[in-house]
């Protein structure tokens, strides 16, 4: 009796593992589904290095695509410093 089980639990587990691995990779494909190329944005930025106090004109921008970010705003998590105070 003792020696019908062997086999019995090794065929048992590879039908399991299997299983398991056929599973988890039709999960991961579904999670890894492609992103619509279609969803950029575009903004403007600064077409050269502007100095303190330029008035913006037409020449001093450009446009840019980029991929829209979090739909949340990302808080920074730093406290801010203060400012000593002189005596």
Do not use: F, Q, Y
């Not at 009796?1 to 590879?14: F, H, K």
């Not at 930025?45 to 980029?66: C, F, N, Q, W, Y």
């Amino acid at each position: 009796m003792a020696r019908g089980r062997g086999p019995i639990l090794i065929v048992t587990s590879l039908l399991l593992a299997g299983g398991a691995a056929w599973l988890s990779n039709k999960w991961i494909v579904a999670r890894a589904a492609p992103v619509a190329t279609s969803a950029t944005t575009h903004i403007l930025t600064a077409a050269i290095d502007l100095p303190l106090g330029t008035k913006i004109e037409s020449r001093h921008v450009t446009t840019m695509e980029t991929i829209p970010g979090p739909k949340k705003p990302v808080r920074n998590k730093m406290k801010p410093k203060k400012p000593k105070e002189h005596a």
